[in-house]
């Protein structure tokens, strides 16, 4: 099994020599479609599980990672090895020319005379020890004059252009196979007196009827055990009656259909690329590989790129895919959002797929979040509809929607739906009539006093209710009849399921109704700002992804995001340019979001903001000035003058000058020109503040 859980496929054989085709006849039929995508063998799931796993910062990924110096060793040029090499060949050349003509006299000789007997004097044996110690003289001359012209370093340097060091220590042992910390025989479930559920685990393990996923999610059953010890009988139960199957997902489902990126369930990363080996990164950071966790997630992540730089490909696919392993696992809850079409993966890797406007869709959205709170529904539906709109007040949007949502609840123990909602708000007299009539009958006095409230307010200056109905009538059409009842005929989707370990994707009808697009995406991320704050559970990690996150964003969304750090959420927002969030935003989300990420095609304009953001550095910087020798002597002016004859150059010296100086760390220019198509400049914070400077990464290839 590799080590993101899939497993290898069989590759296609070549033709056998002297194959003789088939006449032409009707094609045969086709194979059917594998149900995992082509991947290299890797490690089986007891090497993986034993694989050492280290960190040395935010974004690494611990599989297998060897910790590298922070600082770069001191390093002699290139040059200088080489003349030092050949001073030292010559000198010791010399020196062996002076023993070997008796210019030193015969001292080195004297151990060859003294273990010799004169009895070999002129016979073979004393020429074959004569030789011998010629040899070993020789030896000891290369040894010593090689380690002082530094030849094995200078045989490095041209065997390989950069030699990488890398720091041994730091990096942890190997747990030995069936020792007490062997992951594979689970000891944490021995430790407890489980013995026998141990055995049956690590036998799972072994025989390779378990799987990265079932690991992980068994693992997070055993931690609930730990938290509340009345489980452990049910727990017990389980594993003896379906083994690796125990504890699964609600969807039995115990692995995704397809992966696209490789995943380290152990340590819940998905990898997304690898440092570029370049002078623009830190020398610590240069070479390793590059990972995404609920870490850095909880910072929430904001990426800008041009179409086509491989946004949804390398980076929103990859970090959905983990995000719904880890959910089969018990430990995330996820919702991707994106336009219909966008390849995030077949529909069985969802356990609700939401096609809005798609009469074929099972699904149906909650337009109010599942709430029954009419304030709270009103502030929700408020910044979806208005909050993009500029000189309207949100709040006083919010509060005339109030002034409906609450009667209708009132009166008919339901909000409205969207044509009920824009009669409402059109002042059609049959809808308001029977509201009316309806509160009349139940005796609702203080929601009367609401309903005037609002008739009041229709032909008020600045009334926020022309502009609610015009957006609301954008929800109302033919294509949407039928979404977002309220009657409970659908099956609607709720944020509020947030607690649980869901597998969520939302198509929205981008093509051909962009505007309610934008009014639901705006929806969308304002309740899951709420829901992910209002949980009571938050052990699960809640993400909401945004394929296309175009003028979604308001101010109150803005500041949201800075409270899902502690209420163990994040989001992802992709953008193909910092200009489709109003101007006002611009900075604000940046500061909102800890990991910054910029794909390779942005704007200077673009640049610009990221270098802000990422703001300056102290570097050293050398000046090297060439000054012209004048010699006074005849003679020194003669040499001068015959080299400047020979090399065509004045004899000159170089004057160094070092200085510390401030500078951005990545410039708009650089942003917008330097980055090679592929990469990517990205900054990481993780949840407790740890920070990565941005790095120059090469992304991973995903299918």
């Not at 149900?35 to 599989?63: F, I, N």
């Not at 747990?175 to 141990?198: K, S």
């Not at 953001?613 to 006074?632: L, N, Q, Y």
């Amino acid at each position: 099994m590799d080590t993101d859980g899939t497993y290898g496929t069989d590759e296609k054989r070549p033709p056998r020599a002297g194959h003789v085709p088939r006449p032409a006849g009707p094609p045969p039929a086709l194979p059917p479609k594998p149900a995992h995508a082509p991947a290299d063998p890797g490690p089986s799931l007891t090497d993986w599980l034993r694989t050492p796993r280290s960190s040395d910062g935010p974004g690494v990924w611990t599989y297998g990672h060897v910790p590298r110096a922070a600082e770069e060793p001191e390093r002699t040029p290139t040059r200088q090895l080489i003349s030092g090499a050949l001073i030292a060949l010559l000198a010791g050349l010399l020196l062996w020319s002076l023993l070997w003509n008796g210019y030193l006299g015969g001292f080195w000789l004297w151990p060859l005379y003294m273990f010799t007997p004169d009895s070999w004097a002129g016979k073979l044996p004393s020429v074959v020890a004569s030789y011998i110690w010629y040899g070993l003289v020789i030896a000891i001359l290369t040894i010593g004059f090689g380690r002082l012209g530094r030849w094995p370093e200078l045989a490095r340097r041209m065997l390989r252009s950069r030699a990488v060091q890398a720091v041994q220590a730091a990096v942890p042992a190997r747990p030995e196979e069936g020792g007490p910390d062997d992951p594979v025989g689970w000891p944490q479930v021995r430790g407890a007196g489980l013995g026998e559920i141990a055995d049956r685990l690590g036998a799972e393990a072994g025989s390779g009827r378990m799987n990265d996923v079932d690991y992980a999610r068994i693992r997070r059953a055993w931690e609930s055990v730990r938290a509340e010890p009345a489980r452990a009988a049910a727990f017990a139960d389980a594993v003896r009656d379906k083994g690796a199957g125990a504890c699964v997902h609600p969807s039995g489902a115990r692995d995704l259909p397809v992966r696209a990126a490789r995943h380290d369930l152990l340590a819940r990363q998905v990898l997304l690329g690898t440092v570029d080996d370049s002078e623009r990164n830190p020398y610590g950071r240069r070479g390793t590989r590059l990972a995404l966790d609920p870490a850095v997630l909880g910072t929430s992540l904001l990426a800008v790129g041009p179409s086509g730089a491989g946004k949804t490909r390398q980076l929103v696919r990859p970090v959905v895919e983990s995000l719904a392993l880890q959910a089969l696992a018990g430990q995330a809850a996820v919702i991707a959002v994106a336009s219909a079409g966008t390849q995030l993966g077949p529909d069985t890797a969802y356990d609700v797929v939401v096609r809005v406007g798609d009469p074929d869709s099972v699904y149906d959205l909650d337009l109010y979040g599942g709430t029954t709170d009419a304030d709270e529904a009103a502030t929700l539906l408020a910044e979806a509809f208005v909050g993009d709109v500029p000189g309207l007040e949100v709040r006083r949007a919010a509060t005339a929607l109030a002034q409906l949502l609450g009667p209708f609840r009132a009166a008919y123990g339901r909000f409205p739906a969207v044509p009920e909602l824009r009669e409402l708000l059109d002042r059609v007299p049959e809808a308001l009539g029977a509201l009316r009539t309806a509160l009349e009958a139940a005796g609702h006095q203080v929601m009367l006093r609401e309903l005037d409230a609002r008739e009041r307010q229709y032909a008020a200056q600045g009334d926020p209710g022309p502009a609610l109905a015009d957006r609301v009538a954008l929800l109302d059409r033919p294509a949407f009849a039928g979404f977002f009842d309220t009657t409970g005929q659908g099956r609607p989707f709720s944020l509020r399921a947030l607690e649980h370990p869901l597998r969520v994707r939302i198509d929205l009808p981008e093509r051909g109704h962009a505007d309610a697009s934008r009014i639901l995406a705006r929806l969308l991320l304002a309740q899951f700002n709420a829901s992910a704050a209002a949980r009571a559970d938050r052990s699960l990690f809640a993400f909401l992804a945004f394929d296309d996150a175009s003028h979604t964003l308001t101010p109150q969304t803005v500041r949201g995001l800075q409270r899902l750090r502690s209420a163990n959420a994040g989001v992802l927002l992709t953008l193909r340019t910092l200009d489709d969030v109003p101007e006002a935003l611009r900075t604000p989300l940046l500061g909102a979001v800890g990991c910054r990420m910029a794909f390779s095609g942005v704007t200077t304009w673009d640049g610009k903001r990221f270098a802000e953001a990422w703001g300056t550095e102290w570097v050293e910087t050398r000046d090297v000035t060439h000054r012209t020798v004048f010699a006074d002597q005849p003679l020194t002016r003669a040499i001068h003058a015959f080299r400047k004859l020979v090399t065509g150059k004045a004899v000159t010296t170089d004057a160094v000058t070092v200085r510390q100086v401030e500078r951005e760390r990545w410039s708009a220019s650089e942003l917008a020109h330097a980055v090679p198509p592929g990469y990517a400049v990205l900054s990481l914070t993780s949840v407790r503040g740890e920070r990565a400077a941005p790095l120059l990464v090469r992304l991973a290839a995903t299918g």
